[in-house]
């Protein structure tokens, strides 16, 4: 059941700038919407760390009218102007500080990006010469005519849009940017940059798979199984480096390649099961990493210390920080109650149902060592923060709890972790309508 | 519809109009600016009201032989360039004002920019390939003083590069056409070239006297391996790089190669053969190219000029695709990029004026001493990226389209080659403004301390120009159908 789009603007005869409301356009908005608000909100508060605040809330928002419209976009033409514009008006964010580390891991951001955003493009070209129709469609627009002898070709295509959109959620080979540059954003835009504006990469690969090249051509071909490869090689690769790294954000930036890769794995293999988990996972990625920065974000605030192994013993100066970030390194884990157990619950399930050897056992396989992975990189922070032992370094009376509005984000992010993680059933079943309308 | 006599009247405006400043002698700035822009004026209005009634008839204005003259017509390729080449001079002679104020031998400048409109116009609406290669002859001439024009040893330097590169590629050029005309091809223009009239040439004759043509014109068009006069060019005054450098002389050349491969050979005794595909190879490879040398590049014309010569090749390669698809997109990317590229050029020449600074490196910081200036070149890069809603995406799609739908080896390389450069513009370009904007924390920007952005000559064309990327993107389809219309007849 398709509406007609709204056409903005019409280019030539099939392209056009237009937009459409549909139902993961309206989840992946509310996600925005949401997320937006809180880490907003909280940076009301953080602002007295920035300079040039006026600058910094600018492009903020105009990030936001971005990803709204790349929400509503009804065709590819739209979806990668906003998609590009995106980009463009969060490097700013990066950029903030204006450090040289900053400038150097903006233009870190700009040029992957920028490089992965013409590997879309690319795909846009050849799904217009070979598409039926340049509007999202749920089960691909593919003209089986018009490909015939150039399948291989197009799968190729197909391969390389979608690492391209991957870079910008941090898939392998095209992540090394993401640890360079969420962390040396101020933590309300680390925050959306993790939680958020990574998803958009997330979400137009969505698009790209399941409304251009559809699954019925993907599925079961080289293409998938390569996809799935490099998501599967990123998880581990990310676990690893988030357990190695030293630095807080940097730790939890390797922590986001490695949990957008398990998002990537559901939608790669092309079933319903693993569909909805996926999009559970953007949900539930969202709030976790959104919380987690915004957590050290407090840290920042208050310490001004970025290293882990200077958090010993800061459960007793800001005990509800560290409770909350307790709350999303569980969930993160996947551990049950919180948000975070369903999805990958669902996940493994849709790879244990795909069929698809050697994937099938080994996606399962993988997530398990990440979870051990996650707990290692995640657990110490909490353990050692609120029993630092008897040589505890971190005794520094004047520091106390962050801010209230700052805090009453964080709480109400580690909220909606719980709640969301209780009452993921009926969220997941909204998930499986949508998937229902793309197989 | 407009008498055909006109047409050398508008050609020769400018060149009477040129040669009398240094006659008049003006010793006030004012009155000359007056003179010259009344002259240049006249001439677009004279130019868009042939455009937009176009004459039937060619007016021959030379006799030279029975079957050799001089004449002139106004058809729909000429059109594309005549209409980039009238919308450009008036805006970039207002731009030159205010660059060579203090300048010395201001009357000689000014008599060389405005004689070589008259020319640029004269290759737009030549009629034959006699006429054709004697007016890109005399613009190799004319457009020699003004690249010599500060008189410093690099200036004469790059002037004897440019005249050895472009005397080397007339010889090519001349030797293409005679081989052509001898063996009994025509020299008149007529839309489908070989294919509408009755001669038969032999497929070694067509493919020598093709690929010499090509490479001959090419010279202008700054093809690899022809290429190296272009960057040093750059030591001319900024208004003669950025129209000329980016316009005039080097889209003279794509124009040429349209001209002669639609009008003379005609797609169907080209398509498929070696010299197509060693043309666009050759094509392909510089697109790489001179991205790659921009990169690489940290003096800022000179990174724009390598720029300019990637994009060339894009035109090039649209028009050698040999379908409809592609020499509209060819065509709509020499117009699109005729704005983008005299844009940035305009900044970088602001820039130098205002600031005393050269080289990109220096530029730190300069994004909050000229505010607009930077917001223009901001907006112009990211056209040139090709990213929506600029208009040097839509021609970008053009292209591929048109790549897409030839298909083929050729075709997927050169798209290939487009989008590395996409990537490689992004980041020549993107670099200058993130460190204008952001110059990073406890640093001085460089060059004179009361820098700000350039008085109102210089600020009005950059206004155009942005405003009119832009518009474009949002109308480059009636555009297009326009050049579509305009070549329809050569695909017969």
Redesign the interface.
Known sequence: MQETPFVL?????T?T?AFRADAPGLAFLVLVAAMWTVAGIYALRYKDHLENNGRFFAFYLLTLVMLVGLSFAANY?TL??FF??MT?FS??LV?HD???E??SA??KY??YS??GA??G??GF??I??YGTTGDFMPGGVLDAGKISGNEE?VSVVAFLAVMGFGAKAGLFPLHAWLPAAHPVAPSPASAVLSGVITKAGVFCIVRVIYYQFGVGFLRGTWVQEAWISVALLTILMGSLMAFREKRLKTRLAYSTVSQLSYILLGFFFLNEIAFAGAMLHVLYHSVLKDGLFLSAGNILYRTRLEQVDDLKGLGRRMPWTLACFTVFSLGLTGIPPFAGFLSKWELAQGALHSGLLPYSWLAPAILLVSAVLTAGYLFPIVVHGFFPGRDACAERGDVGEAPAVMLGAVLLLAAAAVLLGLFGNSVLAYFFEIADTVF | MMSEHWIPIAIFLPVVGGILIPLIGFCRARSREIYLMAVVLATSVLTTGLLVAPPADSVSVVRITNTIDVAFYVDGLGSVFGVLVAFLWPLATLYAFEYMAGERRQNAFFAYYTITYGLTLGIAFSANLITLYLFCELLTLVTLPLITHTRTKAAYVAGVKYLVYFVAGATAAFVGIILFYVNGGGLDFVPGGLAAGTAVLSPQVIGASFLLMFFGFGAKAAVFPVQDWLPSAGVAPTPVTALLHAVAVVKSGVFAIARFTYYSFGTAPLEGTPAQKIALSFAIFTITYGAIMAWKEVHFKRRLAYSTLSNLSYMIFGILLLTPAGLVAGLLHMLFHGIMKITLFFVAGAVACQSGLHYVTDLRGYGRRMPRTFAVFTAASLSLMGVAPFCGFMSKWYLAQAALAHGGRYAYLGLAAILVAAVFTAIYLLTIVIRAYFPGKSCEPAGRPDAGDPGRYMQIPLGIFALAMVLLFVFAMPVAEWIRSGVAGTFL
């Not at chain 1, 603007?9 to 005869?13: F, H, V």
């Open positions: 603007l019409s280019l030539t005869d392209l700038v033409m990668y102007l590009e514009m463009l490097v700013p950029l204006g450090t040289a900053a400038v903006a233009k700009l040029f920028i490089f013409t590997l493009l690319l070209f050849f217009h010469a070709v």
